[in-house]
């Protein structure tokens, strides 16, 4: 018997896991030699890549800031699949940068130095999150959603 937390049959959905890549330097002499490259925390939700965080910001690593986006994102999908279609992915200026919400959550910062990061705008930057963001959404609602009664 389990007690404390709310383990209802969407637990298993509601468990984000955090999938880190970096480089690993091993084997060729090759691949000890080439430049050591900064360390990226991938960000996804139902095999949907959302975003890839180059910079730490205010969080000791990249890592603890790709956790405090999962806490996030994983309080929206706590609510279950048909609370979660039914919000609005939304991009504002905000938070020295752009903010990525869902409703009225706040879910990951584009700052400058993610922008320069990546190549491009915060502000393009924050769309293409909010739109991966939609994307892995529609997939969790897709993957989660319970199917209609028959009608007899």
């Given at each position: 018997?389990?007690?404390?937390?709310?383990?209802?049959?969407?637990g298993a959905c509601r468990r984000v896991a955090v999938l880190l890549s970096g480089l690993?330097?091993?084997g060729s002499p090759a691949l000890?030699?080439?430049p050591a490259r900064s360390p990226v925390a991938t960000v996804e939700l139902a095999q949907?890549?959302?975003?890839r965080v180059r910079d730490p910001g205010?969080?000791?690593?990249?890592?603890?800031?790709?956790?405090?986006?999962y806490r996030r994102l994983?309080?929206?999908?706590?609510?279950?699949?048909?609370?979660?279609?039914?919000?609005?992915?939304?991009?504002?200026?905000?938070?020295?940068?752009?903010?990525?919400?869902?409703?009225?959550?706040?879910?990951?910062?584009?700052?400058?130095q993610d922008a320069?990061?990546?190549?491009?705008?915060p502000q393009a930057l924050a769309r293409l999150w909010a739109a991966?963001?939609?994307?892995?959404?529609?997939?969790?609602v897709a993957l989660h959603a319970r199917p209609a009664p028959p009608v007899l």
């Open positions: 018997m389990r007690t404390g937390r709310n383990h209802s049959r969407w690993v330097l091993a000890a030699q080439a949907v890549v959302i975003l205010p969080w000791p690593s990249v890592y603890a800031r790709a956790e405090e986006i994983n309080e929206v999908v706590q609510q279950g699949p048909q609370q979660v279609a039914a919000q609005a992915v939304a991009v504002a200026p905000g938070g020295g940068g752009y903010v990525v919400r869902v409703g009225d959550r706040v879910i990951a910062t584009v700052t400058r320069r990061l990546n190549g491009t705008t991966n963001l939609r994307s892995a959404l529609a997939s969790f």
